[in-house]
T-cell receptor, first 114, second 114 residues
């Protein structure tokens, strides 16, 4: 079974500052990792995903994440945030042995202040 | 392209009443999912369908039923609603069960059971 822990429920940050949203996972098998973003009153949309290969993954809107197998982490980063990045961010994990279940973290609310 | 549509957008329901949440996708995706989103708990899988004609139980199936008569539609039914089913419900789909497949989400249905 897999589990996901997002270490911060809320992250306030000033506009143009860097941000890191932390995600740790546990799994007895190899996994695929995802970050989704949810803007207010909308569904989730994919930011980026790690399947294999380079551990640094670049996504939409200037976000990137680094897969660290030894630390079982997949932290999301952006060097300079905008007001429009205010949203809820979800880390998710899925076993790469097949199957369909995606396990989501509880979410981190990023609040960008002017 | 509409992607995934859900109806209604929101609903207030008396306890004990039944209700069907509708979900339609136009991407010809094989797999579809229903999640509920509750504060601090992230998204939890209620039911899923690998392909038309088949369904399965997720993490929190009790009190819910689904059907998949065709590829496009995946309705979720609450036979006798209870207040603990107050939540935001998201329908999602993916091209297949492959673990790397991205899930696409609808805009959600906000349900309040009184």
């Amino acid at each position: 079974a897999q589990s996901v822990t997002q270490l911060d429920s809320q992250v306030p940050v000033f506009e143009e500052a860097p941000v890191e949203l932390r995600c740790n996972y546990s799994s007895s098998v190899s996994v695929y990792l995802f970050w989704y973003v949810q803007y207010p009153n909308q569904g989730l949309q994919l930011l980026l995903k790690y399947l294999s290969g380079s551990t640094l993954v670049k996504g939409i809107n200037g976000f990137e994440a680094e897969f660290n197998k030894s630390q079982t982490s997949f932290h999301l980063r952006k060097p300079s945030v905008h007001i429009s990045d205010t949203a809820e961010y979800f880390c998710a994990v899925r076993a790469n042995t097949g199957g369909f279940k995606t396990i989501f973290g509880a979410g981190t609310r990023l609040f960008v202040k002017a | 392209t509409a992607g995934i549509t859900q109806a209604p957008t929101s609903q207030i329901l008396a306890a004990g009443r039944s209700m069907t949440l509708r979900c339609t996708q136009d991407m010809r995706h094989n797999a579809m999912y229903w999640y509920r989103q509750d504060l601090g708990l992230g998204l939890r899988l209620i039911h899923y369908s690998n392909t038309a004609g088949t369904t399965g139980k997720g993490e929190v199936p009790d009190g819910y039923s689904v059907s998949r008569a065709n590829t496009d539609d995946f309705p979720l039914t609450l036979a006798s609603a209870v207040p603990s089913q107050t939540s935001v419900y998201f329908c999602a789909s993916s091209a297949g069960q492959g673990a790397g497949n991205e899930q696409f989400f609808g805009p959600g249905t906000r349900l309040t059971v009184l």
